[in-house]
């Protein structure tokens, strides 16, 4: 495979890996969003629930302080009290006297005359403390087992507890279970009884995934956990739509990653190869930029722009591939297509004896003498005049070839400018030594002249200077009426920018200067 299609291979991976990773990462954290919206539902529903129940506990305590310690028979008394807290209960119910592990009496049965065993408890204590029996039988009006609930008791008082009346949810996606955890020992309490909880109850609050099912614990002072499973499966499983949704947004996000990267590869990283096979004068365009002079009012100079024609047949301007024409070494090639391209439009267009015009060249294009060479083929003795050489803001290696070269030049009567002065290697020591006829004032400059700040001192020097130089000064970008009146003061004698227009193809030039002229 070439050097490119590999680069480009690897760019898409890339990024389809990085947009992928990214769009998991935010499914997941909304997801876990989500499903934590809900948690706080449920916690506070049980929270609601625990807090309740805790408070009938001590319906069970009142009975046992009172009738518990003294072992009282089961007689109208005792009956009426418990039916009394019974009553008073909205999570117990059935309240039951016991003998050690067996009913003596209920609210529901009165005295019992069967042997009724209540599962789970040791009665045999005496203690106040709050007991716990997951599942303990709930028998029938004939003393038959029914089915089976969780009961609590204190002492020799107990209440089985229905925690079914309140409905906590009714998703399938998602599970509660309420335990008192230790270190030693798990107790359910209630929900689901297959949730296992994790002991580590230090913290307060853990969450962890297991088998595709996320898991969060809610852990109290008491030891009192709270542990709530969504099964992820199952959740997108509901969701259908959902699923869609994300696949959906998962395979666009990547198919717009590939587009794009594979047009900013196009466009810029194989800007190389596209360069070296496709740097002609089918896909070099001119751009022409009308200049105003300030003394006459006219627009009677223009600057030459180049455009580049990619593969994609997408105009790209010369800041993205200048520097690598450099780096490939073209730079020969394209001012030999614009220059030569140049004179070609503005000749068919009748503007070349009409106006003056510039330009642009690199440094080597003028130590080489390739911009004499121009002038004298193309140009020619009545031509020569009409052309100034702008050289732009790049370093110059051989300061002695270009400066006899520069002499030529203007010895040829082409004028030579200094374009982005102020933003390079145009010091001072260059302007005196480079002898040259015009100094073009960088837009960096141009757009801070309103304000009177350092930079508006600094181009009155520039233009200072200019005149002890007797050099024509132009201002590049000027874009507003405000810097145009400001230059028009400062003395300088062109203006050039988007106020009056943007680079121009070659008709639309025409179109410019004949209107121009009319106005
Ligand atoms: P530059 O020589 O300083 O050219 C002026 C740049 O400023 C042009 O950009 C022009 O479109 C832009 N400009 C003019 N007025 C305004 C304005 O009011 N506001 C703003 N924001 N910009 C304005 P462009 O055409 O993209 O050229 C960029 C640079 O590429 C040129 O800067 C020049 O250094 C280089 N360049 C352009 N054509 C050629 C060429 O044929 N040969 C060489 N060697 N360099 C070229
Ligand atoms: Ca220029």
Redesign the pocket.
Known sequence: MKKTKIQRVLWLCTTVLVASATYCSVVVLLLIKVWTSYEQLILIEEERITREASNEYRLLRELHNRYGEVGSNCDNILLQAMRDAEFKAHLLHDFLYLERNSIVCSTRFGVVNKLLELEGFNISTNSSDVRFSPSSTVFSADGSPDHKEMAVAVGRFAAYLRFSESALHELNWINNGVFLVTPENVHYLFGDESIVPNRSTQDRVISWFKDGVYHSQYCRNNNLCIVIQTNVWDYLASKVFVVVFLIVGFVTLNALCVFVVSRYHTKYISLERQLLRGLNKKRVM??Y?PILNLESNQFDYL?????WVNEDNEVI???FF?EQIEENGQ?KL??DI?FRKAVEELSGAGLIKGLKFA????PS?ISSGLAKELIDNVLGKELESRLTV?L??REIHDVDSVISEIRRIRKSSSLVAI??FGTGYSNLQHLEKLKVDKL?I??SFIDGIESNTLRTKLVLIIVELAEALDLVVVA????TEGQLKKIKEMGIHYS????HS??LPIDELKDFIDSSKTE
């Open positions: 001119c751009s930029q600057e030459v722009l180049c455009r301007r010369p800041d200048i730079s394209l001012t614009v330009i642009n060249f690199f294009d702008e732009t803001e374009d982005d073009k960088d837009k590049e970008g000027v874009e050039q920018g988007y106020l943007k680079p």
